[in-house]
């Protein structure tokens, strides 16, 4: 349960918010028709609970249920064995005014009845909040740290691994053309314009190699939009990985070599890029334990 005191009533019914996701989803490459474009125009923000004081107790957004069988990399307290991560869908908690999120470590073999339905708070602060429902399929990728917290040396190798690569396509792209004959000049000049706008997908550290994008456990943690900063434990002061991270993209676009084969044909459709709707902070958040005692208050932070 959200114990902490802010506006419960108001903001968007979750039940509107995954009506609204099933009619856009239905609605793909048609037109949407009057009944559907009628319950979206009547899906508004506002004060939806009006019996919900702002300090009564409010149950929190199940999250994600993860069992250690399935993830090597999902780390608790000695045998336990199942994480429950859970928030309170609304971005106003603490003095940095961020989502409040709950990590229940369990033992699999110790749950029992199951509570149906599932408790679940009636509105969320943002639609974004709310996570549509989907079933997660754990891949084991390899990760490399990244690139600003590697000794100066090692990025000017790297530099020079790119740079390399970029001079070998241009090299075997001018020897195509050159090996070609054409018949007049136009379709020389036509030939060049093609080779031009078709850029060969350039393959660099960052996108491809260092740092998957999406929702996934362990690895390391990107510091794109900022300078890199420690994130150390408050009890004990040792540095904490990132256990679990939130993302708003399953594959940034830069680059497919992050995006599961069973995505790679359906391009940037939704369900491939972004399956869970969710949009945090500035677009990724990461929940951070300490690797000494995973009892310590897990820590946040935001990209």
Not at 155 to 162: G, L, S
Not at 258 to 277: C, F, K, M, Q, V
Request: proline share 8%; with cysteine.
């Amino acid at each position: 349960m959200c114990t902490a005191v802010h506006p419960k009533d108001t903001g968007h019914l979750l039940t509107d918010v995954r009506l609204s996701r099933r009619i856009l989803e239905d609605s793909q490459g048609r037109e949407r028709t009057e009944d559907e474009q009628r319950l979206l125009d009547g899906m508004r923000e506002g004060s939806h609970v009006p019996g919900l004081l702002d300090d009564d107790p409010s149950p929190l957004l199940a999250v994600a249920q993860l069992y250690a069988r399935e993830i090597p990399d999902l780390v608790g307290p000695e045998g336990h064995d199942l994480l429950q991560v859970l928030w309170c869908p609304f971005e106003v908690h603490g003095a940095d005014r961020t989502i409040d999120v709950v990590l229940k470590w369990r033992r699999s073999a110790d749950v029992g009845a199951v509570l149906t339905p599932q408790p679940e708070p009636p509105v969320a602060g943002r639609a974004e909040c709310v996570p549509t429902m989907c079933v997660t399929h754990p891949e084991q990728v390899v990760e490399h740290e990244y690139l600003g917290l590697l000794d100066e040396e090692l990025q000017e190798e790297i530099d020079e691994w790119e740079e390399g690569l970029l001079d070998e396509e241009e090299e075997d792209e001018v020897e195509s053309l050159s090996s070609a004959s054409y018949a007049t000049y136009e379709e020389y000049a036509e030939a060049m314009a093609v080779a031009q706008a078709a850029e060969p997908e350039e393959i660099n550290y960052m996108s491809d190699l260092s740092i998957a994008p999406g929702w996934k456990v362990g690895g390391f943690a990107s510091w794109h939009l900022t300078d890199p900063a420690p994130v150390d434990c408050g009890v004990c002061g040792a540095a904490m990985p990132p256990l679990l991270t939130v993302d708003m993209w399953e594959c940034d676009g830069a680059s497919r070599s992050w995006l599961p084969i069973e995505d790679r044909d359906s391009g940037h459709a939704p369900h491939a890029t972004n399956p869970t709707d969710v949009y945090l902070g500035r677009g990724l958040m990461r929940v951070h334990t300490c690797p000494t005692d995973p009892a310590h208050p897990h820590r946040l932070s935001f990209q």
